[in-house]
């Protein structure tokens, strides 16, 4: 085994970490919160607007563990957790302006489909980002302390993440509207979650157990 640095993560990375989840509350915030009003702003009655998430709830509990299952078992050459990572942030960037990007003059029948397509697609991309990004830190140390600062830090900065969008969007979303307000939360937590794809560093493997 090698060194205790050698097994170590660096404080970019740690920090890195907190921004990816600041970003990532961008996201699930802007949807998980707001979506509902979203699609009864577009015209989607309430009745048809419970429908789709019941549809999409139902999906996410069987999306889940679905994935952890793929996530454990897949095994790329640069890391079991950061190619998923790096996967999901184009993922969950174009998912999300397919939810804010639905046309205005489409028939009722038509948004109600474009809704459960969208906010399933969304569910997806956000499970994938999800998963691995808990996961990596047991993968990017050996200590256990530093672990739980690794989280700790993660959650911190989600947390910041998730009050910023829940005080500005109200603010900023009646004077852009639903799509620009979409696009700059959008191009906002992008950025955010960006530096981890190119600083974080998978050290620790873990043995594939039957």
Do not use: H
């Not at 906010?119 to 998963?131: E, H, K």
């Not at 950025?191 to 560093?201: A, E, R, T, V």
């Amino acid at each position: 085994m090698g060194s205790r640095s050698d097994y170590s993560s660096s404080l970019s990375e740690r920090f890195s970490y907190g921004l990816y989840f600041l970003g990532q509350n961008f996201f699930y915030v802007l949807v998980a919160m707001f979506i509902q009003v979203y699609f009864t702003d577009m015209g989607i009655t309430a009745s048809a607007v419970a429908i789709v998430l019941l549809v999409t709830k139902i999906w996410d509990a069987v999306n889940d563990p679905i994935f952890g299952i793929i996530v454990d078992r897949t095994r790329f050459k640069k890391g079991r957790f950061m190619p998923w990572i790096r996967i999901s942030l184009v993922f969950i960037a174009a998912t999300t302006m397919f939810i804010f990007f639905m046309p205005i003059s489409a028939s009722p029948v038509a948004k109600i489909i474009w809704a459960v397509v969208s906010y399933i697609l969304w569910d997806i991309a956000y499970t994938v980002c999800d998963v691995p990004i808990f996961a990596l830190s047991t993968s990017m140390t050996d200590n256990i302390n530093e672990r739980t600062a690794i989280l700790s830090i993660g959650r911190f900065m989600g947390a910041i993440g998730s009050m910023a969008i829940v005080v500005l969007l109200p603010t900023i979303r009646p004077v852009l509207g639903w799509t620009a307000t979409a696009v700059i939360i959008t191009i906002a937590g992008f950025i955010f979650m960006i530096p981890l794809c190119f600083i974080g560093k998978e050290r620790v493997k873990v043995r594939k157990q039957e």
